[in-house]
């Protein structure tokens, strides 16, 4: 049996983002935990435009082939981890795009936060992101990793973790894989979804 797959979502696009740093890290973390395959997704790369789709996403009526891109990529996926900086107290505007494209292809999977700022440490855009993702029936876990003065882990290039943060990447990847395996079936073919309004 293959382990399910975790997909890494850096969310931030912006030139000289250290988003990129972290998810590496992430991502090469979670490798060696081997409880899950792991991909990373760039945002920056998929480079989503404004949503521009004509029909709510529940309809999955998609019109634009990079939406319909978006969608096989999510679709395939067991569990999300968001890497996600802070923008004025809220989720960056390409995560929030991104996340608001599609709707069954979240729908049943766990998520996680690694967030990352100043002091703060992206706490705020973390949970507006789990309020967000409850109506397409994402579904998040109690753990989170959480990045203070993230510019101090970043040396050359490379995000260099602490104990502390290297430490609380396996206790994340164990929540996430317990709410994967319980979900499973709930992640066979989609109920008829109900649109909501707008």
């Known amino acids: 049996m293959s382990a399910p797959l975790l997909q890494v979502i850096v969310g931030s696009t912006r030139p000289g983002r250290v988003g990129i740093h972290v998810a590496e890290w992430f991502a090469t973390a ?6 899950f395959d792991v991909e990373v997704l760039d945002l920056a790369e998929i480079a989503l435009p404004m949503f ?19 969608s096989a990529r ?17 989720v960056n505007p390409a995560l929030k795009n991104a996340v608001d494209y599609l709707n069954e292809e979240w ?17 705020r855009a973390a949970t507006a992101l789990k309020t967000n993702v409850l109506p397409l029936r994402m579904i998040p876990v109690a753990d989170a990793i959480s990045i203070p003065f993230v ?7 490379t995000f260099v973790p602490n104990d502390v943060l290297r430490d ?25 979804p109900v649109p909501d309004e707008g």
């Open 30 to 35: 979670a490798r060696q935990d081997g409880r």
């Open 107 to 123: 729908a049943y999977k766990p998520m996680a936060t690694v967030s990352y700022g100043g002091v703060s440490a992206g706490l």
């Open 151 to 157: 510019a101090q882990f970043v040396t050359d290039g």
């Open 52 to 70: 521009d789709e004509p029909n709510h996403p529940s309809m999955h009526q998609y019109t634009q082939p990079h939406t319909e891109a978006w």
């Open 168 to 192: 609380s990447v396996a206790p994340l990847l164990g929540e996430l894989l317990k709410l994967t395996q319980a979900t499973a079936l709930l992640r066979g073919p989609a109920a008829e």
């Open 74 to 90: 999510v679709a395939r996926g067991d569990a999300v981890v968001f890497v996600m900086p802070e923008y004025n107290w809220g």
